[in-house]
């Protein structure tokens, strides 16, 4: 009816509203959170998938809000993105990341390295190169240590100048991860014209991959590709021992999942490697 019509746009509207004031508030309080000192990084182990040891992590942040919790990036990356706030947050991701990876080096593990997931904006600013070069040279790792973490969204919305800045990166030395692989709408063209030095398959194709033959089969497909462009192939959301064998079996390089190992705060990333 009508009434019903007029109530639920009603009801709709003052939703959006709510919502509306709900997003100014985080990010008001995701800016004050940065100032305090609230977010902190997870790390996630990468391992070898011969069933060797852990050859470093992923840095993965989170927000310790006073009140609801440690929160997730899905909550809150999105408005960092939307504010342009992302730029800061990810500078302070680098530098921790980099920061802890020093430290673990120090603490008798030198040859790990250290993966930082980018975000489109990033791109956009002009001084990712030298933000990366300084941050480097800051806690004296050289570059092949760290892997930035890029999807296709990630890089393609200004692509000539995000290539740029890739190919830039990696003429420095530090290595370029494809995140997501295969979800993307251009996976090919983008990889053809990415200076990559490893693919990271989605999780999508690991989740069903021993009861669904067509996720085995795109699987090892990623993997002959990746192979014969000299990628490194990692697979992630590795769930359960099965999954393990199978993506080892099919030959990719490197695993993560929390099968292998959960993202944990940086002392027990350590705690567990021992
Ligand atoms: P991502 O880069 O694809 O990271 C992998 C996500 O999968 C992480 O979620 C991780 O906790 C989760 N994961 C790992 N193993 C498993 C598993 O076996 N099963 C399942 N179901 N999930 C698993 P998280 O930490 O919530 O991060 C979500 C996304 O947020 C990341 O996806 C990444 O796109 C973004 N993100 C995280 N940290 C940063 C950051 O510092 N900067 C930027 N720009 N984005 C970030
Ligand atoms: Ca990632
Ligand atoms: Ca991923
Ligand atoms: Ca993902």
């Not at 603490?107 to 791109?123: K, Y």
């Not at 990630?154 to 990696?170: F, K, P, R």
């Not at 709408?185 to 693919?199: D, V």
């Amino acid at each position: 009816t009508k009434d019903s019509g007029r109530n639920g746009h009603t009801f709709f509207t003052e939703a959006m509203h709510v919502s509306a004031n709900r997003q100014l508030k985080l990010l008001q309080e995701l800016r004050r959170a940065m100032q305090r000192d609230e977010m902190v990084l997870h790390y996630q182990p990468k391992f070898r998938a011969d069933g060797g040891g852990v050859i470093g992590a992923e840095a993965l942040v989170r927000w310790q809000h006073p009140g609801l919790g440690l929160l997730g990036p899905d909550t809150f990356i999105p408005i960092a993105e939307r504010s342009g706030l992302i730029l800061q947050l990810g500078d302070w991701v680098l530098d921790q990341a980099c920061a802890q990876l020093r430290q673990w080096h120090d603490a008798g593990h030198p040859d790990w390295s250290m993966a930082v997931n980018l975000s489109p904006l990033q791109f956009a600013s002009t001084n990712l190169l030298e933000t990366v070069k300084t941050t480097l040279e800051k806690h004296a790792l050289a570059p092949h240590f760290l892997t930035l973490e890029v999807t296709e969204t990630t890089a393609m919305q200004d692509v000539e100048a995000s290539l740029q800045i890739l190919h830039g990166l990696t003429e420095m030395g530090v290595k370029i991860s494809i995140d997501d692989f295969g979800t993307g709408y251009s996976s090919l063209l983008y990889l053809k014209r990415m200076p990559a030095t490893e693919l990271k398959i989605d999780r999508a194709f690991v989740r069903e991959l021993e009861e669904n033959a067509e996720d085995a089969a795109i699987v090892s497909s990623i993997v002959a590709l990746g192979r014969s462009l000299q990628l490194q192939i990692v697979a992630e959301g590795v769930e359960t021992a099965g999954q393990r064998a199978y993506l080892n079996e099919l030959g990719c390089d490197l695993l993560q999942g929390y099968h292998l190992g959960k993202p944990v705060d940086a002392e027990e990333f350590l705690r567990n490697a021992a």
